[in-house]
C-alpha cells in the first residue's frame, strides 16, 4: 500500500539556521508532490507544488527538491524565524485535480 | 484574499445523530473537497466533487456520508448517522486546477479553517 514518511516528527532548530524537512515515500509515482503548513487547530495552507519532472522548486525564503529516483523530496527553510514555527505537511497526488494524500507532519519549532 | 469558509466551527452531537457540516469554497473554483484529521492524525482524504457529482471517494466515505451543492455557493458534507469515530476536525477544501482566477494552473488546495465534530 502506498506509504508517506515524513522524517523526525519534530525538529528543534536555532534562528537564522536552514530547516531541512524530509518526505519519503513508497509504492506510489506521484505526479505532483506539494507542501503545507499547518498552525494548531487551522487548517493546512498551501506553500509550494513540484511536478515529477521538476527537480527544484523556490518561492522566497523556501525550497523544495523533488527526486523521484530516490522517491523523496526534500524542504528547506532558510534563514528560518520564530514565526515559521508550525507543522509541515507533505501531499502527494496522481493529477492537479485528484486526491492528496498526506504525509504525518514534521512540526518544527524555529528558537530565537 | 477569497477564502473557503465553513460552518460551524465546532458541533457537539450524540451518537446516532445526523450532522450536516457547510463549507463555501472559493467562488469560481471547480474542484471540491472534503478531508478530516482526527486529533494528532493526519489530514486523510474523503471525497471529490466536480461537475455536480463525486469525482473519487476514500473507504472511510460509507453509506453514512454524502455531500451535495444544493446552489451555487454551498458545498455540504452530511454524516447520517454519527459514530463516536466520525470525531474529528472535517476540512473543506477547494482548487481551480484549470487557471481561471487565480491562473497559475497548479491544483493548489485552498482549506478552511475546519468544523471540529465531537461526537458523544
Known amino acids: 500500500s502506498q506509504k508517506i514518511e515524513q522524517n523526525s516528527e519534530a525538529l528543534n532548530i536555532q534562528e537564522g539556521k536552514t530547516a531541512t524537512l524530509t518526505c519519503n515515500y513508497t509504492?506510489?509515482?506521484?505526479?505532483?508532490l506539494q507542501w503545507y503548513r499547518q498552525d494548531p487547530g487551522r487548517g493546512p495552507v498551501f506553500l509550494l507544488l513540484i511536478r515529477e519532472n521538476e527537480k527544484e522548486k523556490r518561492k522566497e525564503r523556501l525550497k523544495v527538491t523533488f527526486d523521484t529516483t530516490l522517491k523523496q523530496s526534500l524542504f528547506h527553510i532558510t534563514a528560518s524565524q520564530p514565526a515559521d514555527s508550525a507543522t509541515y505537511l507533505c501531499?502527494?497526488?496522481?493529477?492537479?485535480?485528484?486526491?492528496?494524500?498526506f504525509g504525518d507532519g514534521t512540526t518544527l519549532t524555529v528558537k530565537p | 484574499e477569497p477564502e473557503v469558509t465553513q460552518t460551524p466551527s465546532h458541533q457537539v452531537t450524540q451518537m446516532g445523530q445526523e450532522v450536516i457540516l457547510r463549507c463555501v469554497p472559493i467562488?469560481?473554483?471547480?474542484?471540491f473537497y472534503w478531508y478530516r484529521q482526527i486529533l494528532g492524525q493526519k489530514v486523510e482524504f474523503l471525497v471529490s466533487f466536480y461537475n455536480n457529482e463525486i469525482s473519487e471517494k476514500s473507504e472511510i466515505f460509507d453509506d453514512q456520508f454524502s455531500v451535495e451543492r444544493p446552489d451555487g455557493s454551498n458545498f455540504t458534507l452530511k454524516i447520517r448517522s454519527t459514530k463516536l469515530e466520525d470525531s474529528a476536525m472535517y476540512f473543506c477544501?477547494?482548487?481551480?486546477?484549470?487557471?481561471?482566477?487565480?491562473?497559475?494552473?497548479?491544483?493548489?488546495?485552498?482549506f478552511g479553517e475546519g468544523s471540529r465534530l465531537t461526537v458523544l
Open positions: 467562488s469560481n473554483h471547480l474542484y
Open positions: 509504492n506510489y509515482s506521484p505526479a505532483y
Open positions: 501531499a502527494l497526488a496522481n493529477t492537479n485535480a485528484g486526491k492528496s494524500t
Open positions: 477544501a477547494s482548487s481551480d486546477p484549470v487557471g481561471g482566477r487565480t491562473s497559475r494552473n497548479t491544483g493548489e488546495l485552498f
